[in-house]
């Protein structure tokens, strides 16, 4: 694996399986990472953890962040209300690659109740090695990050 910077990760109790195997996974690959919760599968709210984990990335301490939540809906939500925050909910291949290369995605969404665990042990992985390709997408990106409650 290219990408060895610490990750942050952060679900709810309907993603907290997945998000068990993810960090085992990349545990294994000697990556860091720093575990927002849950620590069980009781039932949570995913907003509480999405937002620890957005911020953690939006302030800049981590470049890249896994959520799961049931579907991956709520939580990309939640952290795409962050500034700096690019999160992609992506439950296939092609979609985890484009979203580094075109609009270099900095948190992860997967859903655990959508996929399993061996997709997203795939997904995880291309994600995490795509590079962002700059250029045109890079003027993409900056028009909307700089949109503040709807304006410009
Ligand atoms: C929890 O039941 C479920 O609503 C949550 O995991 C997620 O899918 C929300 O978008």
């Known amino acids: 694996m290219k990408n060895t910077s610490p990750i942050i990760m952060g679900s ?7 998000k068990e195997f993810i960090k085992d996974y990349l545990t ?8 927002c919760g849950p ?10 953890f999405g937002i620890q984990v957005a911020r953690k990335i939006s302030s800049g301490d981590f470049k890249h962040g896994i959520l799961v ?11 795409n209300r962050f500034k700096n925050v690019r999160a992609a909910l992506c439950n296939d291949l092609f979609s985890a690659t484009m979203s ?11 859903g655990g109740r959508v996929i399993g665990t061996e997709l997203a042990k795939e ?13 045109r997408h890079q003027r993409r ?3 909307f990050d700089t949109i503040k409650d709807g304006s410009i």
């Open 141 to 143: 990106i900056q028009k």
């Open 100 to 110: 580094r290369r075109h609009n270099d995605a900095n948190i992860l969404v997967l």
């Open 28 to 35: 294994a690959l000697n990556i860091q990472i720093e575990d």
């Open 12 to 18: 709810d109790h309907a993603g907290y399986a997945l």
């Open 39 to 48: 620590f069980n599968e009781d039932s949570v709210d995913y907003s509480d």
């Open 123 to 135: 997904i995880v992985r291309v994600w995490l090695e795509t590079p962002f390709e700059g250029g």
């Open 69 to 79: 939540c049931g579907t991956g809906l709520g939580m990309s939500m939640v952290a």
